[in-house]
């Protein structure tokens, strides 16, 4: 569950999530919709898959994601758009400062060139 | 979530559990020997699923093994409430309140994990985008009747809570089957060509 916890904990992936809510799209779309790098958009990517919360597959030349949410994950992210969660509210492991994860480094907003 | 994490031994014990009070009501009503005997080959068939699907760990062994898990945890449930009710550990009223209960549970279950199950789009026969919207909103719906049909059951007086509880799951089933239709009919009017 903290997988999910941290997969909805940040906007660009809760942004990707409700862009799913519409129907299957392909990395291309969806990382078009956003002003981040495409190795950035990955790594979203990749926490969303290993959150359970999408599952992807190589259609002709393009990867296509689907949503893959329960209706509890629903209502966590609609909790999670409403209030705003951030990485940084979620409390860190003893030692390890909020946000200093390798989740931090992905989160970071990147301009495309 | 349970699909991932479940593992062969908690599904083998469940439908062991669930044989084993099937035998005992068997015992205690022998009159109902034909009911108790198809819910014991029921579970034995689970059974023999559970045994032949070994430690498979695909996602359609996780799934098969999650619906069996479900499956004897309700069989379960309803035939320790029949066995409460022919001790007398149970009034008829309360049997029928923890059952109504347990359907209710259910379809709380049910409901939430309905919009997980995707197919595959390579074998999609239908719109993906139609199925994903339908099922994300009978998964809703299923909730929310599941969570009604429990509350009715828990706090409505015994003599209204049937039919009040069955209204509500029909009423949801209704409503799924009438979104589903005027979808489908706003599709295939978009792509008939002008």
């Not at chain 1, 390798?102 to 060139?113: G, I």
């Not at chain 2, 994990?113 to 995707?118: E, G, I, N, Q, S």
């Not at chain 2, 799924?176 to 706003?186: F, G, K, S």
Request: aromatic share 8%.
């Amino acid at each position: 569950m903290s997988t999910v916890f941290k997969a909805l904990s940040d906007p660009t992936r809760r942004r990707v999530l409700e862009l799913l809510k519409a129907g299957p799209m392909s990395a291309g779309e969806l990382s078009a919709q956003f002003d981040v790098s495409k190795p950035t958009m990955s790594a979203h990517f990749a926490v969303l898959r290993e959150a359970d919360l999408v599952t992807s597959e190589k259609v002709g030349k393009s990867v296509v994601y689907q949503l893959k949410m329960s209706v509890l994950e629903d209502a966590l992210l609609g909790f999670a758009q409403a209030f705003g969660w951030q990485l940084q509210d979620i409390p860190s492991a003893p030692g390890q400062a909020a946000g200093s994860g390798p989740d931090s480094a992905n989160t970071r907003k990147v301009s495309d060139p | 979530m349970i699909a991932l994490t479940l593992t062969t031994y908690p599904v083998r014990t469940a439908l062991l559990t669930a044989f084993v009070l099937a035998v005992i009501n068997w015992t205690l009503d022998p009159g109902k020997m034909l009911a108790w005997s198809g819910v014991m080959a029921l579970v034995a068939a689970g059974l023999f699923s559970a045994l032949t699907l070994g430690r498979g760990e695909g996602q359609s062994a996780r799934s098969i093994r999650a619906s069996l898990f479900g499956a004897s945890l309700m069989i379960s449930g309803g035939l320790a409430v029949s066995i409460g009710d022919q001790m007398g550990w149970l009034s008829d009223a309360t049997g029928q309140r923890l059952f109504g209960v347990m359907v209710g549970l259910m379809l709380i279950v049910t409901g939430n994990f309905l919009p997980k199950t995707v197919r595959p789009l390579t074998q999609a026969r239908c719109d993906r985008a139609r199925l994903q919207k339908i099922e994300r909103y009978a998964g809703w719906l299923l909730v929310a009747a599941g969570l009604v049909h429990t509350g009715l059951w828990v706090f409505a007086p015994a003599d209204r809570a049937n039919t009040a509880a069955m209204m509500v799951v029909a009423g949801a089933l209704f409503l799924i089957a009438a979104t589903w239709l005027v979808l489908a009919r706003a599709d295939k009017s978009r792509a008939r060509p002008h």
